[in-house]
């Protein structure tokens, strides 16, 4: 008996997760490959970062979801080279042949060039990520309840965060509704109110890919929580001081102890590997130029999806890395592959956009549906359950929303704990 | 005005929040210094280890709990050394002045003078040593899934427990669960039931301090989950793949790589620094022999709690390190504070023993009320029901009814994340 079609999947996010469930009538074997063991929702990541939800909250384990899926095998391990004409898989520790591969590797978090940066402003892509940023905060407002000079402690309440697309609005607004409300009777020595917040953006308003209105609204809720948004700002350096932007001629010294990166992302480093293996292009960021049906170019037997793939077929600019878009190229992906092995073609991928959210805070969020465009308490309802009904695992959704009701009715965050190896490091 | 009496609290675990809660409504100035920012609900420790709660779950922020007790300040910072002559506690990065003090610095775990097991081995008194040792658990199992050869597989899926005190049979009774139940339909190429779990103990039978019948329905219990309970064995080395046990005449080298350490534990270096600093004599393990009133010899305003304390007054063994004790003697210390400061006396400290209970897994517990003991389905339920209403914040209380209950019906663990810097290295 032939051996089935082998499917390989390099990634457990929305493209790869979504791609492994749609093939689960398909007569082949899949394998999910995942440096982690869980599939992570990245959406609510800040949330973690922010003390309201606890990491398991927003990460389900691969294995635990896809266990009732008997074509499917969930390995550990890492990819570090593909080599496309053995159709092989090489992992840091053993290789995979595959039939067909399906790259979902995502990005990371990029600086720019100032690599440096990355221990002073650390970014918001993983679970380590995102409990690093949690530690920096907390122990932010701790250094300084015990800090006696003045400039001293100003640096310690001023937290600026980099980038003011729906990653760094949310943590801004999040640190902002810490500062005012959460922390209210926490301390003695300091007013955390105090703290000052800056959100620094490059472009001329937050919120860019969505409608000038909206980003109005957003940065007006913004400044709500005590959020100055400084639009048309480049960071020019950071230091273990200060981050030193520029406005136009106008440069600024900012003396903070906590930066926290939400500006550019890059292509994992896979993207580059199967470029040089393919010879497909790559953009700007490293990712991957795919086809009309998402493979990779002379390799139709080779797709790229999620975050990691630009297509800009139909569209023009290439389409955005959020979830909606790498789970309607895991489920055309999927498909595509049953109705090849039928000897069936399939029309070219077409990304449905039915909108985007960001909230800002409490009872606020912009909502752009293309047809409508709506902010405010109904703009948050909407994303509070779009969230809740895309969170893997029925348990996890109702943690969540016990965790967030508990949020709106006492502002408190429960998941306020300064973790890891040292936990005092920054208190100097 | 007179500045009022100044309390100093070090240590924010079960005795010294006791006992800063006590102070409420005394005419004193409080202060809780602690290195962590939480407190941490030590007994439920092993089930963030074993994935079933969340660290944050059994974790409640200082600030937060004390947030309305205006009488109390919350400092982060690490107590290196007590100046006794003038009151004054040395901490890394300044000094605290007290009138009284209450040192409730706890245990940590302790290798007998191997202090390389460390690596090998973990304990279980901190939240990263509870993600680390979930880690390992986890991870073996993935190793396992991976694995070629029959040797290496054998030690993979081999854990080996060392103590069997409640921590150990707790931690036992959940990795049986977890290979039996939680992984059931999780891997393809292994069957997590063929673990083997060895639970190692010292004495001739694990809770030793319980009445032999208990002891024997643990074990009995633990049977039932595949846990191989070998009593009389001493530990003789650890390696990176083996554990090496003595039973009387007998030796046997048992190939693992996960070894979760249970076994002892040694006072807080602050038991050493006071003992030196004051003339008290510490015992075996390094905690400090107590006055009847708690108080160190010849420092009335000196007092030790909790774990750290030795206290054989009428009982002629020291008394547990039991969350119990510490609350207990942390209230004790606060009335005796009040009293003193109106001009009064107290008579000693006395332990009230209201039982202790154990449990071995689902639906499975020991409980020695003293005047009665029980065991299975009420044991369990009343051990659920205590540890309960101790959880600190009634969100907690929802968050783990709620998981545990879930984990009853569905036998699965939703926290089950492999997390820490690089999440690979056990896999070679």
Redesign the interface.
Known sequence: MEKPHHVVIIGGGFGGLYAAKSLKRAPVRVTVLD????HLFQPLLYQVATGTL????I???L??IL??QENV??????AIDIDVSNRRVVL???ELSYDTLIVAAGVRHHYFGRDEWERLAPGLKT??DATEMRRRI??AF?AA??EGDPGELRAWLTFVVVGGGPTGVELAGAVGEIARHT?K?????INPADARIVLVEGMDRVLPPYPPTLSARAEAGLNRLGVTVQTGAMVTDIDADAVTIRCGERRERIPTRTVLWAAGVQASTLGGVLASATGAAVDRVGRVVVEPDLSVAAHPEVFVIGDLAHFSHHTGTPLPGVAPVAMQQGRYVATLIMRRLRGETMPPFRYRDYGSMATIGRAEAVADLGWVQFSGFFAWLAWLFIHLIHLV?F??R??VL??WA?NYFTW?R????????N??PL??
């Open positions: 440096r982690r063991n869980f606890s990491p398991a909250n990460a389900a384990p294995r635990a266990k009732r095998r969930v390995l550990l391990g890492e840091s520790d053993g679970i380590e907390l122990l701790e309840e015990r922390l009777h926490d301390f003695r020595a695992q348990q996890n109702l943690l016990i965790q508990w408190n429960y998941a306020r704990l300064i973790t890891g190896k936990p005092l208190l100097r």
